[in-house]
């Protein structure tokens, strides 16, 4: 069954938007601040990096050729990408409020 039209836009987007929240949270998080890192600062990061690469794939997966032209293998996988991407981020950012 094909995607509704729109998917791959909606699902770009939508990563390009969580990807620039993300960033901007670790700006304001300080990851350039001069003090010493503890663990908690290398598991927001990790799970910062893990979810930026995440939903940096998005756009690659949802355009990538697919056998048929009916065929929405690459949303699904795209979406799945999505989803581990911003709970990735989410992850990290409720490990920085909590730490």
């Keep these: 069954m094909p995607s509704p039209t729109g998917s791959v836009v909606a699902l770009s987007s939508a990563s390009a938007t969580a990807f620039s929240f993300g ?7 300080g990851v350039h601040e001069p003090a010493p890192w503890r663990f908690t600062d290398v598991l927001v990061v990790l799970f910062a990096l ?13 355009t990538r050729p697919v056998e048929t032209e009916t065929s929405d293998a690459g ?3 795209a979406r799945r990408l999505f989803l581990g991407g911003v709970s990735a981020i989410w992850l990290a950012v409720a490990l920085s409020v909590v730490k």
């Design 23 to 29: 960033i901007v949270y670790l700006g304001y998080w």
């Design 50 to 62: 893990g979810g930026f690469a995440c939903l940096g794939l998005v756009p690659w997966t949802a």
């Design 75 to 77: 949303i699904r996988v």
